[in-house]
């Protein structure tokens, strides 16, 4: 049993959650993720060739984004969080959000009811509101965008695990969109190079395609492809450099780390960037300051 459609990859990415969350050493901590990722999520990460080892990179991304949505909502006043492509993600529920801020969860109508009727007896943090809305429909998602952009001042656009699944230009559409918002300040994504695109392609292809859910976007350029966006790419956290401190590693790692560090110095630099991926927080150009 793998993956069936896109929805599927929030069961997968929430069991990843659970896991970690059941580690007496624990990054974070997630009581909901097993509940929302159910039996189907379990089969699905165990029948993923390196489905398991691929863990490390899901905990590192959500540690990261954790500690710097909590910072930017403590220290930059956010006070709208736009969390797109919102997937089985939990965090109005888990973090310590102050009950001003208003999360705006979108998905798939079918994915929030779900979330919606496993979490009926919780209560969120913060005000939460979810939207059901296919990013797809520009005409949809532009109204959405203009709706939001008036609820607040100080506006965080959280996009976890969306971009990899869009083409450049859809990924330019939408950063125009969002840019278009002046009360829309940071965006928070995640990335990676062209050279993990070819490796997830090449391990998990079959069962991604099979889902719609084939990974696209991994431009070139890295993320100056957000600059004539409108975006400028502020803290950058690189995956491979945080498992390292948080002690989450990739399978192999050792290795990886001895040929790396026996490596020159040119090549290691050029190695690096080959292999890039991890989280970045990208500023409004004109509220980069």
Sequence with gaps: MTLENISDTARWVAMYRAWESERPDALFRDPYARRLAGP?????????????????????????????????????????????????????????????????EVD????????????????????????????????????L????????????????????????EQVASLARDLRAQPSFRWLLIDFASPRILEFLRKRLGKHLDAAQATPHFAPAEGLAFFKPLGWEAGEVREALEWSERL??????????????????????????????????LLYASDASS
């Design 247 to 280: 002690k989450r590693w990739m399978p192999g790692w050792w290795l990886w780390r001895w040929f790396y560090r026996l490596t020159p110095a040119k090549r290691r630099e050029q190695m690096r960037k080959e292999y890039m991926s991890g989280t970045a």
């Design 108 to 143: 798939l109508p079918a994915l929030l009811e779900y979330k919606a009727r496993e979490l009926r007896d919780e209560r969120p943090a913060c005000r939460l509101t979810r939207e059901a809305v296919d990013l797809s429909d520009e005409p949809a998602r532009r109204a």
């Design 145 to 168: 965008f203009a709706r939001v952009g008036g609820m607040g001042q100080r506006v965080l656009v959280v996009a976890e695990g969306l971009l990899l699944y869009l083409r450049p």
């Design 40 to 104: 189907r999520g379990e089969e699905i990460v165990r029948a993923l060739p390196g489905g398991r080892g691929m863990g490390w990179a899901m905990v590192v991304r959500t540690v990261a984004f954790d500690e710097i949505i909590l910072r930017l909502v403590r220290e930059d006043r956010v006070d709208v969080v736009l969390c797109l492509a919102a997937g089985l993600d939990t965090r109005p529920y888990r973090l310590p959000l102050p009950p001003t801020l208003h999360w705006i």
